[in-house]
T-cell receptor, first 110, second 112 residues
Framework: KQEVTQIPAALSVPEGENLVLNCSFT??????LQWFRQDPGKGLTSLLLIQSSQREQTSGRLNASLDKSSGRSTLYIAASQPGDSATYLC?????????FGSGTRLLVRP | EAGVTQSPTHLIKTRGQQATLRCSPISGHTSVYWYQQALGLGLQFLLW???????NRGNFPPRFSGRQFPNYSSELNVNALELEDSALYLC???????????FGQGTRLTVV
């Protein structure tokens, strides 16, 4: 049974810091891995999609890597801003559904 | 281009009633997924519809059901509502399996 874990559960950093969010999964048989952002009480915004054959994807200040063999992905956020404050979720596409981690709640202090 | 739209935004029902939630996909998307996000809990997979058929179902009782229409929009029905059904219900759509998922803003269902 696929399980997705995100560490840390919460993170508070001052503005301008570079930070890394971690995601691990137990079964390497995945089609892809997707990172999302969720603001309180809102839906999910897709940030990056990494196909199982890819190693990383970049979008602006965001960079996500995937090591399928070890069951790990990281989301790197450069030069964090207060507007980045949100919950970040990773999800693996496995067994015909997206399986989500519990998220990392990020607070970027001005 | 319009994103995934869900209606209604909020819904208040009494225990024992039925709730109907709707999801309109992005143009060209044929797959619709439904998720439940209860307060303090993660996203739990409910149902997957593709090309009008139910393809996969999560670990929820049969009173959670739905359908997909010929225009690929979808409806989630929850019968015999219970207090613990109170949650944010999210739908996501894709062009097919194993592609990028796009989510709507959700329907907040409150059961009193």
């Amino acid at each position: 049974k696929q399980e997705v874990t995100q560490i840390p559960a919460a993170l508070s950093v001052p503005e301008g810091e570079n930070l890394v969010l971690n995601c691990s999964f137990t079964d390497s048989a995945i089609y892809n891995l997707q990172w999302f952002r969720q603001d309180p009480g809102k839906g999910l915004t897709s940030l990056l999609l990494i196909q199982s054959s890819q190693r990383e994807q970049t979008s602006g200040r965001l960079n996500a890597s995937l090591d399928k063999s070890s069951g790990r992905s990281t989301l790197y956020i450069a030069a964090s801003q207060p507007g980045d404050s949100a919950t970040y979720l990773c999800a693996v596409d496995s067994s015909y559904k997206l399986i989500f981690g519990s998220g990392t709640r990020l607070l970027v202090r001005p | 281009e319009a994103g995934v739209t869900q209606s209604p935004t909020h819904l208040i029902k009494t225990r024992g009633q039925q709730a109907t939630l709707r999801c309109s996909p992005i143009s060209g998307h044929t797959s619709v997924y439904w998720y439940q996000q209860a307060l303090g809990l993660g996203l739990q997979f409910l149902l997957w519809y593709d090309e009008g058929e139910e393809r996969n179902r999560g670990n929820f009782p049969p009173r959670f059901s739905g359908r997909q229409f010929p225009n690929y929009s979808s409806e989630l029905n929850v019968n015999a509502l219970e207090l613990e059904d109170s949650a944010l219900y999210l739908c996501a759509t894709m062009t097919g399996s194993a592609t990028e998922a796009f989510f709507g803003q959700g329907t907040r269902l409150t059961v009193v």
